[in-house]
C-alpha cells in the first residue's frame, strides 16, 4: 500500500506539467462521461488509513461524488482492511481569494463505507440469534462538515479539503451513553488532496 500510494502521489505531482490546458479538453473530450472530473487522495476519515478514487462534479460544481478505495494495514487496525467508499459532498458557498484561490468555508455531506472481506458481513449473520444486533458489520453511514480550499497553478487545479465527521453506530452508542461518551468520542477527522483533470 505504501508503494501504491507514493506511486499515486507522483502521478498527480507530475500529470499537471505534462498536461496543457489544452491536452486537458482533448482528453476530456476524447473520452466518455464515466471518466472522473478529479482524481482524490485521502488521509483517515474512517474509511482508510489511506484512500484514493475519483470524483464527479455535479450541481453546476457546487456538490461532487466520489468513489474511493481504502486500506489500513494490520500495523495499525489490528486487521489489513479494505474498504470502498461512497460519498457526496456539498460546498454550497465560495469566497475567491485572489485570482488563484478559491475558499469553500463550509462543506456537508453523507458517505457509505463497505468493508470487505468475510470476516465482516453487510446483513445478520445466521449464527446471531433475531435482535442481537439491530448494524450491519460491514455498512457504516456517515455524515460530516468540513471545509476546502482551491487553488490553481499554472494550466491545474488543485484542491485541499478537511472533514470531520461521525456514523450511525457512534451516534446510537453517544445517545445510549451521554454519561459515559463525549461528543469528542464519536467524531473521527480525514484530510484530503483533489486533483482536478478538466480545471
Known amino acids: 500500500m505504501i508503494r501504491f500510494s507514493f506511486a499515486l502521489l507522483v502521478i498527480l505531482y507530475t500529470l499537471p506539467a505534462t498536461l496543457t490546458a489544452q491536452d486537458s479538453v482533448s482528453f476530456k473530450r476524447h473520452y466518455k462521461w464515466y471518466i472522473p472530473d478529479s482524481f482524490v487522495l485521502q488521509y483517515a476519515g474512517s474509511i482508510g488509513f489511506l484512500s484514493a478514487g475519483g470524483g464527479y462534479d455535479i450541481f453546476h460544481k457546487k456538490a461532487s461524488v466520489d468513489i474511493l478505495f481504502g486500506y489500513l494495514p494490520g500495523t495499525i487496525g489490528g486487521h489489513d482492511l479494505q ?3 461512497l ?37 445478520l449473520p445466521s449464527w446471531y440469534p433475531d435482535g442481537y444486533y439491530w448494524w450491519s458489520e460491514a455498512v457504516r453511514a456517515n455524515i460530516f462538515i468540513g471545509g476546502k480550499v482551491r487553488h490553481k497553478v499554472r494550466d491545474s487545479v488543485w484542491e485541499g479539503y478537511y472533514e ?11 445517545a445510549q451513553n451521554t454519561g459515559y461518551l463525549t461528543v469528542w468520542d464519536i467524531l473521527h477527522a480525514g484530510v484530503g488532496v483533489r486533483f482536478y483533470l478538466n480545471p
Open 164 to 174: 470531520i465527521g461521525t456514523n450511525e453506530l457512534k451516534l446510537v452508542s453517544y
Open 83 to 85: 474498504t470502498l467508499t
Open 87 to 123: 460519498k457526496f459532498t456539498a460546498s454550497p458557498w465560495k469566497i475567491r481569494a485572489g485570482k488563484a484561490t478559491t475558499i469553500y468555508p463550509f462543506s456537508t455531506g453523507t458517505y457509505f463505507t463497505y468493508t470487505m472481506g468475510g470476516r465482516y458481513s453487510s446483513d
